[in-house]
């Protein structure tokens, strides 16, 4: 079965780095898009970033725009972001899901982020 294990998350300082990681399993990992989405306590979800199956082509939320960088190894079958500059609005719990033909068909437990001074 699907299987997605976000890992990385922790409590960081304002402008502090990053690298969630997300282990895939249970499907062919390099056809499909993956995306991570998160959220922030009290709030709904929001997409954050997304990248087609090859890597090639990645996309990003505006607020997160110049700092966040997602990023895949197929070969490890692994799904990573990296976060940097983080800000105290950045705090959330961290999900990376899978693509699939009608929206984010699969979901991990999350890893959760806190950046604080």
């Known amino acids: 079965q699907v299987q997605l294990v976000e890992s990385g998350g922790g409590l960081v300082q304002p402008g502090g780095s990053l690298r969630l990681s997300c282990a895939a399993s249970g499907f062919t990992f390099s056809s499909y898009w993956m995306n991570w989405v998160r959220q922030a306590p009290g709030k709904g979800l929001e997409w954050v970033s997304g990248?087609?199956?090859?890597?090639?082509?990645?996309y990003y939320t505006d607020s997160v725009k110049g700092r966040f960088t997602i990023s895949r190894d197929n070969a490890k079958n692994t799904l990573y972001l990296q976060m940097n500059s983080l800000k105290p609005e950045d705090t959330a719990v961290y999900y990376c899901?899978?693509?699939?033909?009608?929206?984010?068909?699969?979901w991990g437990k999350g890893t959760r982020v806190t950046v604080s001074s």
């Open positions: 899901a899978k693509s699939g033909d009608y929206g984010m068909d699969y």
């Open positions: 990248i087609n199956r090859g890597g090639g082509s990645t």
